[in-house]
């Protein structure tokens, strides 16, 4: 019985820890080997535990972007981002071909964003999903757009999101915000980068700070 027991165990414990390591940790806490930025001239720096980008004035949005490529994923993250401050996550990202000739080394980030945006007054749409330089605006459809509050001003909020085939989930601090079925996204995107953004902002205002910890994907 006892040997038994013992087998059951490690058997056990040798199951959690495959587990455990399905989670690869995007953000090191060290530097940013593993990313790099892609579009804009907003900056990126490591602040304790987390990166935080921070808005430059005239600067377009700007990503600073895994240099692997992900499919189908979990991704969880922690984030934190100034009210006045739009926001957001790339997934299954991509870059536009640039001419020889270009003086820019990548061309523009597009491809599905996860929104993050304070909540304000009314409530706003974090957790929707957006098709950055698409050409489609959200992809979240309209009647599913309704603004809410489950993201909280000012504090970390815990995102998790799986895209698996043309299905894309969202949830905010534990709140299921949206399930997104696109066929004509996923034929394009099936696969990309992760992508932080810092939000291009109006001339005068700023500087605006997002900082994100706790990064961690699992591939499904």
């Known amino acids: 019985m006892k040997r038994l027991a013992l087998s059951m165990f490690i058997a056990v414990a040798f199951s959690a ?12 806490g060290k530097n940013l080997n593993g990313w790099i930025q892609k579009n804009g001239t907003a900056t990126y720096r490591i602040e304790g535990d987390a990166i935080t980008g921070k808005t430059n004035e005239g600067s377009p949005n700007s990503f600073l ?4 490529l992900y499919g189908d994923f979990e991704l969880q993250f922690e984030v934190k981002v100034a009210n006045e401050l739009n926001s957001g996550v790339q997934i299954r990202s991509q870059t536009k071909p640039v001419p020889d000739d270009s003086p820019v080394e990548f061309g523009r ?8 945006e304070a909540s304000g007054a009314n409530g ?8 950055e330089a698409t050409g489609r605006g959200w992809l979240t ?5 309704k603004p809410h509050k489950h993201f909280k001003d000012g504090e970390w909020n815990q995102f998790r999101i799986v895209a698996q085939g043309p299905k894309i989930e969202t949830w905010i601090n534990g709140v299921k915000i949206e399930t ?3 066929e004509e996204i996923y034929k394009t995107h099936s ?7 810092v939000h291009g902002i109006k001339k005068g205002t700023g500087p605006y700070e997002v900082s994100w910890k706790n990064i961690k994907i699992k591939e499904l």
């Not at 820890?17 to 090191?28: D, G, K, M, P």
């Not at 706003?124 to 098709?131: D, F, L, M, P, T």
């Not at 696969?191 to 953004?197: D, P, V």
């Open 180 to 182: 997104l079925v696109d």
């Open 17 to 28: 820890s495959l587990s455990a390591a399905e989670w690869t940790n995007l953000f090191n």
């Open 141 to 145: 459809t309209q009647d599913r757009l």
């Open 191 to 197: 696969k990309g980068f992760i992508g932080l953004q």
């Open 65 to 68: 972007c895994t240099k692997k």
């Open 124 to 131: 706003a749409e974090a957790g929707y999903v957006y098709g």
């Open 109 to 116: 980030v597009n491809g599905p964003q996860v929104e993050i």
